[in-house]
């Protein structure tokens, strides 16, 4: 029988006291294989788990004598970072295995808490099925893979047709700039009282979904490397797309087109769109990712809402002034690692490899509304129809853009996730904002910036 070990708001002190030696001591039951992963917030939401419970069970029943020790993490985005970072830093309390979002491999590499996987991949050869775009996101700075991804995704408009219908907007909504999406917001708060015109998370909050579904998707709409210079190597200050993107939350929020602010800025945000706000048709326009469908898939989702694909459109989010290419989409994903202190790295390679066969990732693409990062499932059949929409979000990831694969980054992330509060909440002007972040990141970068008009 596998023993799962939940952890919901954990302190570091319970961390510390070895609420996680669960097999005993530093190493542990040799035979035994630890697997931290996030479990959704919203506890009715199991796509994950179940999958990983699907996995996890054919990798014993293939290895007799081995098994599997699930710490699956209930908390917010921000949480869990925390968690499975403080959770690495022992051997007493390390996972052999961990779900690893690719914006912290490489502060998580310069930490020392992750293993390089070079020598289990050049043996590997269905490597050679994976995308060049996702092998990148899990390569560091020194050259090195540190995790295998099991999918990336894309972002844009997801628009409730009913609604627009009442609004008199266009049922096949395709906005070319900013104040196309604005205007079309300004005209659903007029016709059609009592419906929140549009989402765009914001602030502290919603952590690393604010800042990369909200702050630059609009700032990469705004003009070439509006923040970071890959040519100078260096973060770019004074940015009149960075002030910008900030005038648009502050639009956003300053005429009441978006949530409350006491909603919009609460780290359940994204559970209250996904489960409550769009399948209850409250809310017209939401800027979002490609994963959402998940939410409403009738075994496992959050809320089940079969009427979707009829209610929805999708609509590519567009650049400030409709300059090429357009439209704006970042990808990002997560992926499956090792951490440095697992006293079992060859068994978790083998459970990554049983994760990453081409049925188990087609079927974890298919249930997680993931955009594929194997040629194989992207070219199978069950995955172009498994979720509605699957192409449009999938012809995104030509254009998406990915964040910068620096160490800093996570630290850069929560100063703009500071700026987007402090504008949202009417505490500063966009430009006051701005010139905060410039400083802090100086602090932050050494010094290492570069200023841009």
Do not use: H
Request: aromatic share 10%; net charge positive; with cysteine.
């Amino acid at each position: 029988m596998r023993r799962t070990a939940p952890m919901a708001l954990l302190t570091a002190a319970v961390l510390a006291a070895g609420t996680l030696t669960a097999c005993g001591g530093p190493g542990g039951d040799k035979n035994t294989l630890k697997v931290a992963f996030p479990k959704d917030t919203n506890n009715k939401v199991t796509l994950r788990d179940d999958y990983v419970e699907m996995v996890t069970r054919a990798f014993e029943k293939a290895n007799p004598g081995k098994k599997v020790e699930l710490i699956p993490i209930q908390a917010s985005e921000n949480d869990y970072y925390a968690k499975i970072q403080q959770m690495m830093r022992s051997p007493k309390t390390a996972p052999d295995l961990v779900y690893e979002d690719t914006f912290l491999i490489n502060s998580d590499i310069t930490a020392g808490l992750l293993r390089p996987l070079d020598p289990y991949i050049a043996k590997w050869a269905d490597w050679k099925q994976f995308e060049p775009s996702a092998k990148a996101a899990a390569r560091a700075q020194d050259g090195r893979t540190y995790g295998v991804p099991d999918g990336t995704d894309t972002r844009g408009l997801w628009f409730n047709r009913k609604i627009f219908k009442k609004a008199g907007l266009p049922q096949d909504w395709r906005p070319k700039t900013w104040d196309e999406v604005l205007d079309a917001a300004r005209t659903v708060k007029r016709e059609v009282p009592g419906v929140i015109p549009l989402n765009v998370y914001t602030g502290k909050g919603a952590g690393e979904a604010a800042v990369m579904q909200g702050f630059e998707m609009l700032l990469y709409g705004t003009g070439k490397d509006q923040l970071y210079d890959p040519a100078a190597k260096k973060w770019v200050t004074g940015s009149k797309g960075f002030r910008d993107s900030l005038e648009f939350l502050r639009t956003v929020y300053g005429e009441k087109l978006g949530p409350d602010l006491s909603d919009a800025l609460s780290p359940n945000i994204q559970t209250n769109v996904a489960t409550e706000l769009m399948p209850e048709e409250k809310l017209a326009i939401n800027l979002d990712g490609s994963w959402l469908g998940q939410q409403w898939q009738p075994k496992g989702g959050g809320k089940p809402w079969p009427e979707w694909p009829r209610t929805l459109g999708r609509a590519a989010f567009p650049t400030q002034t409709g300059a090429a290419p357009g439209r704006v989409s970042l990808a990002g994903g997560w992926t499956w690692s090792v951490p440095r202190q697992s006293q079992r790295p060859d068994l978790a390679w083998k459970l990554i490899e049983t994760f990453q066969t081409q049925r188990n990732a087609l079927e974890w693409c298919v249930r997680g509304a993931q955009i594929a990062v194997r040629k194989d499932v992207a070219a199978d059949p069950a995955y172009l129809k498994s979720v509605p929409g699957i192409g449009f979000f999938t012809a995104l990831v030509k254009v998406s853009r990915y964040r910068p694969a620096l160490p800093v980054y996570p630290k850069v992330s929560a100063a703009i996730g500071e700026a987007m509060e402090a504008v949202t909440s009417g505490a500063a002007t966009p430009a006051k904002a701005a010139a905060d972040y410039d400083e802090q990141l100086k602090t932050l970068t050494d010094g290492q910036v570069v200023a841009k008009p």
